[in-house]
């Protein structure tokens, strides 16, 4: 849940493409699948744990995808009695996601990132945080954006992150395939700090991508 990008497409559309770094240890999640959930149907990979998703699309025309960690790094508690990963479905089910960030109960919940995609009667494109005290809601840009998390990757490496994202399209369309290329093979060739991370605990343990062309939208998971 530690990498993502967005790429607008022509005619409205974008893909979206999250690799999910995580402890080697972590219970294998289950391949995405749809699910009604308060009378909502939801499509997601569940994660194998707590039974909720780093990444998700609803038929009310949403997208949510979540990154550990709010705008910095943050001393973890013993235990938190909720997992982020049922907030992103939480908000997902809502019938109005800026409205039900407002009200939404985050006080013993893990600092998180969300980059939310909504297209239900405009293109729109925010970031939510929470950072343990406060929750931060901004409306982005329809344009290019990369996202690492805050626990992973201290501010150094999101900048260098931030220098590939540009460079990698250099000469290159922007297209989900070589959006795809990104995640896999970004970098400088340095598998701790790489896009494709591995280190010795943890690492990416899948790519997922959404795409929306035309009014078709596509998940595609691919485990590693």
């Given at each position: 849940?530690?990498?993502?990008?967005?790429?607008?497409?022509?005619?409205?559309?974008?893909?979206?493409?999250?690799?999910?770094?995580?402890?080697?240890?972590?219970?294998?999640?289950?391949n995405?699948?749809t699910?009604?959930?308060?009378?909502?149907?939801?499509?997601?990979?569940?994660?194998?744990?707590?039974?909720?998703t780093?990444?998700?699309?609803?038929?009310?025309?949403?997208?949510?995808?979540?990154?550990?960690?709010?705008?910095?790094?943050?001393?973890?508690?013993?235990?938190?009695?909720?997992?982020?990963?049922?907030?992103?479905k939480?908000?997902?089910?809502?019938?109005?996601f800026?409205?039900?960030?407002?009200?939404?109960?985050?006080k013993?919940?893990?600092?998180?990132?969300?980059?939310?995609?909504d297209?239900?009667?405009?293109?729109k494109?925010?970031?939510?945080?929470?950072?343990?005290?406060?929750?931060?809601?901004?409306?982005?840009?329809?344009?290019?954006?990369?996202?690492?998390?805050?626990?992973?990757?201290?501010?150094?490496?999101?900048?260098?992150?931030?220098?590939?994202?540009?460079?990698?399209?250099?000469?290159?369309?922007?297209?989900?395939?070589?959006?795809?290329?990104?995640?896999?093979?970004?970098?400088?060739?340095?598998?701790?700090?790489?896009?494709?991370?591995?280190?010795?605990k943890?690492?990416?343990v899948?790519?997922?991508?959404?795409?929306?062309?035309?009014?078709?939208?596509?998940?595609?998971?691919?485990?590693?």
């Amino acid at each position: 849940m530690c990498t993502v990008t967005f790429l607008p497409l022509p005619d409205k559309g974008f893909v979206l493409t999250s690799s999910r770094d995580v402890g080697y240890q972590r219970e294998k999640a289950l391949n995405p699948a749809t699910y009604t959930e308060g009378g909502v149907s939801l499509h997601y990979p569940k994660d194998g744990k707590a039974g909720g998703t780093w990444i998700g699309t609803s038929r009310d025309n949403r997208l949510i995808c979540l990154l550990n960690g709010g705008f910095s790094n943050h001393r973890r508690k013993d235990s938190y009695p909720k997992s982020r990963g049922l907030i992103v479905k939480e908000l997902l089910i809502a019938e109005d996601f800026e409205e039900a960030q407002l009200i939404i109960d985050l006080k013993t919940i893990e600092p998180f990132t969300m980059v939310v995609v909504d297209w239900s009667e405009e293109n729109k494109l925010f970031e939510f945080v929470w950072d343990g005290f406060e929750r931060h809601l901004k409306a982005l840009a329809w344009q290019p954006i990369i996202r690492s998390s805050s626990t992973l990757y201290t501010d150094q490496m999101k900048e260098m992150r931030q220098d590939w994202f540009r460079e990698w399209f250099i000469g290159k369309s922007m297209s989900p395939e070589n959006i795809l290329d990104f995640h896999k093979y970004g970098g400088v060739g340095f598998p701790e700090v790489d896009v494709f991370l591995k280190r010795e605990k943890v690492g990416t343990v899948s790519i997922t991508q959404v795409s929306k062309i035309g009014n078709d939208i596509e998940m595609t998971y691919f485990p590693q």
